[in-house]
T-cell receptor, first 116, second 116 residues
Framework: DTGVSQDPRHKITKRGQNVTFRCDPISEHNRLYWYRQTLGQGPEFLTYFQNEAQLEKSRLLSDRFSAERPKGSFSTLEIQRTEQGDSAMYLC??????????????FGPGTRLTVT | AQKITQTQPGMFVQEKEAVTLDCTYDTSDPSYGLFWYKQPSSGEMIFLIYQGSYDQQNATEGRYSLNFQKARKSANLVISASQLGDSAMYFCAMREKRGGGFKTIFGAGTRLFVKA
């Protein structure tokens, strides 16, 4: 059984650079979520997909952020022109909205971004 | 206004003792769900327990139980027989209907320290 995986686990970048993160959800899960977690806080919702459709975006997701899930499987989160305030853990989660235990989101290990 | 409030930034418990982690929530949605997640130092969010707003009985999962007091809007997590491996951050979360879909909101977390 493979859970949610994220790549890379750590990313250090200089301010102004672009970065892209990847999330591979559990294969049968049709919903995929992105969250951001800063130190000492709980995760904050960024966006989610139902299959390949992006259904909702948080106001936290500025125009420098873009997320895709082109084939309804893996997803990418890109941050353009990174700023120091983007430093955080980016968490991906997936769930299946049908079947049993549909309410539970399964989280990946996260990508820790440090912008210097 | 805070939707999820965890008033205990840190808690200490002696190994083998029980501990209660507090969580209060605020929502106008009659159909909501409450969750607890554990986040060890490795960073991965681990689902512990779920309580639906219409569930009549308090949820239990092994050593975890949720003390659901709907009128008080509280959903405290009780961990019985604490183990050293329980030392971690614990997040309370609520899923409510907002806009056209559902959104999960997390509290700021409580760090639990289990003493030998």
């Amino acid at each position: 059984d493979t859970g949610v995986s994220q790549d890379p686990r750590h990313k250090i970048t200089k301010r102004g650079q672009n970065v892209t993160f990847r999330c591979d959800p559990i294969s049968e899960h049709n919903r995929l979520y992105w969250y951001r977690q800063t130190l000492g806080q709980g995760p904050e919702f960024l966006t989610y997909f139902q299959n390949e459709a992006q259904l909702e975006k948080s106001r936290l997701l500025s125009d420098r952020f873009s997320a895709e899930r082109p084939k309804g499987s893996f997803s990418t989160l890109e941050i353009q022109r990174t700023e120091q305030g983007d430093s955080a853990m980016y968490l991906c989660a997936s769930r299946n909205v049908t079947g049993t235990a549909y309410y539970e989101q399964y989280f990946g290990p996260g990508t820790r971004l440090t912008v210097t | 206004a805070q939707k999820i409030t965890q008033t205990q930034p840190g808690m200490f418990v002696q190994e083998k003792e029980a501990v209660t982690l507090d969580c209060t929530y605020d929502t106008s949605d009659p159909s909501y769900g409450l969750f607890w997640y554990k986040q060890p130092s490795s960073g991965e969010m681990i689902f512990l327990i779920y309580q639906g707003s219409y569930d009549q009985q308090n949820a239990t999962e092994g050593r975890y139980s949720l003390n659901f007091q709907k009128a008080r809007k509280s959903a405290n997590l009780v961990i019985s027989a604490s183990q050293l491996g329980d030392s971690a951050m614990y997040f309370c979360a609520m899923r409510e209907k907002r806009g056209g879909g559902f959104k999960t909101i997390f509290g700021a977390g409580t760090r639990l320290f289990v003493k030998a």
